[in-house]
């Protein structure tokens, strides 16, 4: 209940709260809630005080009373009634004007007593003492309070007081922008360092990872490329006579399939990769038109090539003799060749 109370207030009330529970005299486990407004430029504060008390535990058979009490002045310790709250009864203590108080006492729930009213805004600060009376099994008397110190209400500051307010207001602003600077430029650096960090790690994932499949490699019967876009690269060494389906299977077997070529940046690497290792002997990759003239896809993703996104070898794709339905590359780029030349053929092998 308190927190959807305390939501619905606003920042110029002032509340206190005082929970009674176990115990003769004060209780120093009970605890207490006291929100103070930021600033007051009035002549009266409104307050509102919330004061209960359980029975459970406590062994006070009966409520008699709860009563509200307030300091009569800062440095006065005798109290004054705010409240009282009896079986069937509500009876004020005070004689400040728009006050309201409920409350009541119950058997079985936490006796309450609620008040709010308008206090002087004086400057000073007053003590408000929330007392609950009952009577035990024996018939004897219980008193349990609780004493809230310091509730201070505010003085309306003067034009001097404010413009001072206002200027050590200013230089807060100023100095907590100096430190939002500073901290940017920190965590720019962090990220910086984190990124640097994350290639690293990276980096060090690709090396076990190219480790552990180049053991599926026989570099006695291939040359391995250098790490591409987190692949790598095989061809191999001897001349065979090229066909899809066995060859991508001898792709497979190591981890990849028969290369495929995404875009220039990409094809450049795989032709440079093929001159420099094949020299004039044909190196075959994955991209054919088998299935329709014309029409050439990737052997294993089945994605169409764009033919005009990619350099080619001079007037090519050509379709030969009616019979070039597969592809190779070197560093003049694709050309379109008959799928069972004696030649070499290229994997590409995915580190993850």
């Not at 110190?149 to 413009?163: G, R």
């Not at 991508?248 to 875009?263: F, R, S």
Request: one cysteine or more.
């Amino acid at each position: 209940m308190l927190p959807a109370m305390m939501s619905r207030m606003p920042i110029s009330v002032l509340l206190v709260v005082l929970m009674v529970s176990l115990g003769q005299g004060e209780d120093k486990s009970v605890t207490v809630d006291f929100i103070e407004p930021l600033s007051v430029l009035k002549d009266k504060v409104p307050v509102e005080v919330t004061c209960s008390f359980s029975r459970s535990g406590t062994g006070v058979k009966s409520t008699k009373s709860l009563t509200l009490l307030r300091s009569k002045t800062y440095d006065n310790p005798s109290y004054e009634t705010v409240v009282t709250v009896t079986p069937g009864k509500v009876d004020l203590g005070l004689s400040e004007t728009e006050i309201t108080a409920s409350g009541k006492i119950t058997r079985w729930r936490p006796s309450e007593l609620s008040v709010k009213y308008s206090a002087p805004n004086t400057g000073y600060c007053y003590f408000y003492k929330c007392v609950a009376e009952g009577v035990d099994k024996k018939g004897e008397t219980k008193t349990l309070f609780k004493t809230i110190p310091n509730v201070c209400l505010e003085k309306p500051p003067t034009d001097a007081e404010l413009l001072h307010k206002i200027g050590a207001a200013d230089e807060a602003v100023e100095e907590l922008k100096e430190t939002m600077g500073q901290c940017c430029s920190e965590l720019k650096t962090f990220a910086e360092h984190i990124k640097a960090n994350e290639e690293k790690i990276q980096e060090l994932y690709n090396k076990v990872s190219l480790s552990f499949k180049m053991s599926a490699i026989d570099l006695d019967q291939y040359v391995l490329s250098d790490i591409f876009r987190d692949s790598v690269y095989v061809i191999s060494r001897v001349d065979a006579s090229f066909e899809l389906e066995k060859n991508n299977q001898i792709c497979k077997e190591m981890g990849g399939y028969l290369a495929e070529v995404d875009d220039r940046e990409e094809e450049d690497f795989l032709g440079n990769f093929a001159t420099e290792t094949a020299g004039k002997i044909f190196v075959y990759i994955g991209i054919n038109d088998v299935e329709k003239e014309g029409e050439y896809v990737y052997y294993t993703s089945k994605k169409p090539l764009v033919v005009a996104n990619f350099k080619w070898w001079y007037n090519n794709p050509d379709d030969y003799n009616k019979n070039e339905d597969c592809m190779n590359v070197d560093i003049k780029g694709l050309n379109d060749l008959d799928c069972f030349r004696k030649a070499r053929f290229m994997c590409e092998i995915p580190l993850h």
